[in-house]
């Protein structure tokens, strides 16, 4: 990436700054949804146990279930 091309928050207007913002509040949702999906269908296949999953996060379910493949 071309580092001329980076633009600090406090160098955008108000509106530049809101829509960034915006972006990365709907992208952040998004992924907590899916780590929330992926983590329910681990749970409900018996893939992770039901107490365990109840005292972990998880991301750290998830990290779990990758490395164990």
């Not at 091309?5 to 509106?15: A, E, V, W």
């Not at 893939?47 to 779990?64: C, H």
Request: hydrophobic share 40%; net charge positive; no cysteine.
């Amino acid at each position: 990436m071309n580092e001329g091309n980076l633009i600090p928050l406090n160098k955008r207007t108000k509106s530049e700054q809101r829509e960034i913002t915006q972006k990365g509040g709907k992208a952040s949702g998004v992924a907590r949804g899916f780590r929330a999906a992926a983590f329910a269908y681990a749970v409900k296949g018996g893939r992770v146990p039901p107490l365990r999953a109840a005292r972990t996060s998880p991301l750290t379910v998830l990290i779990f279930l990758y490395e164990r493949g």
